[in-house]
T-cell receptor, first 115, second 110 residues
Framework: NAGVTQTPKFRVLKTGQSMTLLCAQDMNHEYMYWYRQDPGMGLRLIHYSVGEGTTAKGEVPDGYNVSRLKKQNFLLGLESAAPSQTSVYFC??????????????FGPGTRLTVT | GEDVEQSLFLSVREGDSSVINCTYTDSSSTYLYWYKQEPGAGLQLLTYIFSNMDMKQDQRLTVLLNKKDKHLSLRIADTQTGDSAIYFCAPNTGFQKLVFGTGTRLLVSP
């Protein structure tokens, strides 16, 4: 049982480049989330998904797109990276009927630097 | 929306008790979580409290909830150097959504 995994662990992009971050979970969770973590600002929700084929905006969605084509995967895309998107990105998942309500399980994070 | 406030830093000596405080604004939160983040890692659930409880004890951890003041605290007894980490308070806001505080960096010195 791997839990929540994220690919890649590190990435450096030049301004204007694009990339996709992959999140996978093997817990059959319905909900998945993408957060960014910046110093002194805690975690801020970018986008989330309440089930396969659905996505919704979080607190800071601008500059990001997401897709959830399969229940176990949640992709975060940056179409044209900007230095303001330098951050650590965390994926999380939650909610299956036999688990503690609302508890979110986190991946190890992706450290992205945009130069 | 929900605002969650925490102090940024706390420094204690090994063996002392640590108390990390959190204030929040959404009185409808039903579950309030504490997560721990060790250096270079993701967040892991430490403990949680249901909103109809005032206190929850879990080994060295004690969670206190004052719903009237919307104040949550985490006490770590006999703090060890391995407890050095960032601690996040996270009340739920709506179904399956959490709002995270800024995190409190706990530094434990020998």
């Amino acid at each position: 049982n791997a839990g929540v995994t994220q690919t890649p662990k590190f990435r450096v992009l030049k301004t204007g480049q694009s990339m996709t971050l992959l999140c996978a979970q093997d817990m059959n969770h319905e909900y998945m989330y993408w957060y960014r973590q910046d110093p002194g600002m805690g975690l801020r929700l970018i986008h989330y998904s309440v089930g396969e084929g659905t996505t919704a905006k979080g607190e800071v969605p601008d500059g990001y797109n997401v897709s959830r084509l399969k229940k176990q995967n949640f992709l975060l895309g940056l179409e044209s990276a900007a230095p303001s998107q330098t951050s650590v990105y965390f994926c999380a998942s939650s909610y299956s009927f036999d688990r503690n309500p609302y508890e979110q399980y986190f991946g190890p994070g992706t450290r992205l630097t945009v130069t | 929306g929900e605002d969650v406030e925490q102090s940024l830093f706390l420094s204690v000596r090994e063996g002392d008790s640590s108390v990390i405080n959190c204030t929040y604004t959404d009185s409808s939160s039903t579950y309030l979580y504490w997560y721990k983040q060790e250096p270079g890692a993701g967040l892991q659930l430490l403990t949680y409290i249901f909103s109809n409880m005032d206190m929850k004890q879990d080994q060295r951890l004690t969670v206190l909830l004052n719903k009237k003041d919307k104040h949550l605290s985490l006490r770590i007894a006999d703090t060890q150097t391995g407890d050095s980490a960032i601690y996040f308070c996270a009340p739920n806001t709506g179904f399956q959504k959490l709002v995270f505080g800024t995190g409190t960096r706990l530094l434990v010195s020998p």
